[in-house]
């Protein structure tokens, strides 16, 4: 019998695009029976959860260039107890912008660069309102990122 690998999602929402692009994830991460997906909001994620996954999605509005404040605080809660723990895990990230959601995503990756995780898909960044195409998007990306876990691609 294999392990079964573990994917964790964490989002943040204020207004309810991040939520809806989180439920998409969520729904294709879920097509995948042989991964187990937990999805979290940012405040009730930490380090118990991040040190059981084995992939690590990370959702977030653009707040003023960068990331939610919620976000930020799940890295400052559990950088340092997670230092050393988590090298080499597989992420990837959506961002609802109302901007262009560069600065959220060049920030999450400085701190995830200093975790040592590894991007392994392109941020899906989706401006202004979530449309059905967004949705697909995101359902595609949780999908992919649950079927890499579990074929071992990641």
């Not at 559990?78 to 597989?90: M, N, S, V």
């Not at 999450?108 to 967004?134: F, M, Q």
Request: a negative charge; proline letters at 3%.
């Amino acid at each position: 019998m294999t392990d079964r690998k573990r994917l964790l999602i964490v989002y943040h929402t204020q207004s309810g695009n991040t939520g809806k692009l989180a439920q998409g994830v969520l729904r294709g991460a879920q097509r995948v029976e042989e991964t187990d997906t937990v999805m979290l909001r940012a405040i009730e994620a930490g380090t118990d959860d991040l040190l059981a996954c084995n992939g690590l999605l990370l959702g977030t509005p653009e707040n003023f260039g960068y990331m939610s404040g919620a976000l930020k605080d799940f890295f400052d809660r559990t950088y340092y107890p997670c230092e050393g723990k988590t090298t080499g895990l597989p992420f990837a990230v959506f961002v609802s912008a109302g901007n262009d959601g560069t600065g959220a995503v060049r920030e999450i990756g400085r701190i995830a660069n200093g975790y040592g995780w590894r991007t392994v898909s392109e941020p899906l960044i989706v401006r202004k309102e979530v449309t059905a195409d967004d949705l697909v998007h995101a359902e595609d990306l949780g999908e992919a990122m649950a079927a890499g876990l579990a074929m071992g691609v990641f």
